[in-house]
Structures are given as structure tokens and as C-alpha cells.
């Protein structure tokens, strides 16, 4: 029998089955629940994951030069969108 809030009725006389009934109910509804630890859990599990997303972008693997060549700056330009993209996922 699913917990009933409305039971004892105000006033009423007490029946110790349907106390037990109603205990037994809040019992297995609590059981049921997450904890704060699974929760704590499941969050952490996910941000674990979401890291991986960008696992496939491979470093640029050089420095700067200091004249700015157009093809080392179009470099950074398709990496970024690359790491942009893996994040998306």
C-alpha cells in the first residue's frame, strides 16, 4: 500500500495496522531514494565524461613566432574550432 498522507484521519482512533501500513510505506519510499553520496556519485561520473570530449584534440606542438605568419595563425584559427567542435559532443 503506497503512503497515504491523509491517514490517520484527524481526530480518529489509532489502528496499529494501519499505523504499520503507513511507516512500512514511508520505510520503502526512503529506501528507494538517492542519497547525497550517489548523487555526489553520478556528478562526478559526468564531469569525468565530459572531459573526454576533447581528448581527440591533439596540442598545436610549437610556439609563437614573432612575425605572425598567415598559415601558423590559420593554424590556431582551425584548431580552436576543432576543440570548439569536440566539446559540443
Do not use: C, H
Not at 514511508?26 to 555526489?40: G, K, P
Not at 569525468?48 to 581527440?56: A, D, I, L, R, V
Not at 613566432?65 to 584559427?77: A, N, R
Amino acid at each position: 500500500m503506497p503512503f497515504d498522507p491523509t491517514k490517520p484521519a484527524n481526530n480518529a482512533p489509532l489502528s496499529s495496522a494501519e499505523m504499520r501500513s503507513q511507516l512500512t510505506s514511508l520505510n520503502a519510499d526512503i529506501q528507494q531514494r538517492a542519497t547525497v553520496n550517489d548523487l555526489n556519485n553520478a556528478i562526478a561520473n559526468a564531469l569525468q565524461q565530459t572531459s573526454n570530449n576533447s581528448n581527440s584534440v591533439s596540442t598545436l606542438g610549437q610556439g609563437a613566432d614573432g612575425s605572425y605568419q598567415q598559415w601558423q595563425m590559420q593554424m590556431l584559427f582551425d584548431k580552436l574550432d576543432e576543440l570548439i567542435n569536440a566539446l559540443r559532443r
